[in-house]
Structure formats: C-alpha cells, structure tokens
C-alpha cells in the first residue's frame, strides 16, 4: 500500500524559508512523479512543483526563482526548499505520487498525502 508522508510545514513571516519533505513508501516503481500541489482558502488545488526520476523538475510560474525540488529517486524522498515566501503561499501543501511521468493536472495522481499548513504573514 501506498503511502506518503509529509513534514515541515509552519509558520513564518513574509520573506522567510521552510522546507518541506516527503517520503514515499509502500512502491516498487524504478519510474515515477513526485509532486507539490498547494490549496489555499476558497482556492483550487494547483501544482507547486514535481520531480522526475529521471532528473527532470518543473515549477509553476508563481514559485520559480524562489522555490528548489528535489528528488531522492532511490530514498523515493521528495524535498521542497521554500524561500522569499509571501503570504499569498499560505496553502495546505500537498504531496502526491504518480507512478508514470505526468504534468500539473492533479487528476493524474492517485496517490496523496494529507498535507501540511504553511502559513506566511505580511
């Protein structure tokens, strides 16, 4: 069974830095996605950032320059280094898994964590 756990989330002032963590478990899979979705109050969820096993990262346009993924694709860990947050980041952040390469489109994760509060204030 699937599983994924998430740590690191918290509070902190506009301009600061968390990071947040994921490990994965429960899959044999040599070739998957790994992922950050985030939804804020009232807000649909949307893609933060995913990592590839083999390499590959993509950002949405909102987190580039100021947010870095990683993947450790043997740890099956992902690992999302937050920086210059802004209030408009406070979301309960999600991470989820995809055992084929995939995009931002959350319907094509089957599997998720339950999510962790960040919360930045101005």
């Known amino acids: 069974q699937v599983h994924l756990r998430e740590s690191g989330g918290g509070s902190v002032p506009a301009g600061g830095s968390l990071t947040l963590s994921c490990a994965a478990s429960g899959f044999t899979d040599n070739l998957y996605t790994m992922g950050w979705f985030r939804q804020g109050p009232g807000n649909k969820r949307e893609g933060v950032a995913l990592?590839?096993?083999?390499?590959?990262?993509t950002y949405a346009d909102s987190v580039k320059g100021r947010f870095t993924v990683s993947l450790d694709f043997i740890g099956r860990t992902l690992t999302l280094e937050m920086s210059a947050l802004r209030p408009e980041d406070t979301a309960i952040y999600y991470c989820a898994l995809s055992t084929w390469y995939v995009s931002f489109n959350p319907d094509d994760f089957p599997y998720w964590g339950q999510g962790t509060q960040v919360t930045v204030s101005s």
């Open positions: 990592g590839f096993t083999d390499g590959r990262t």
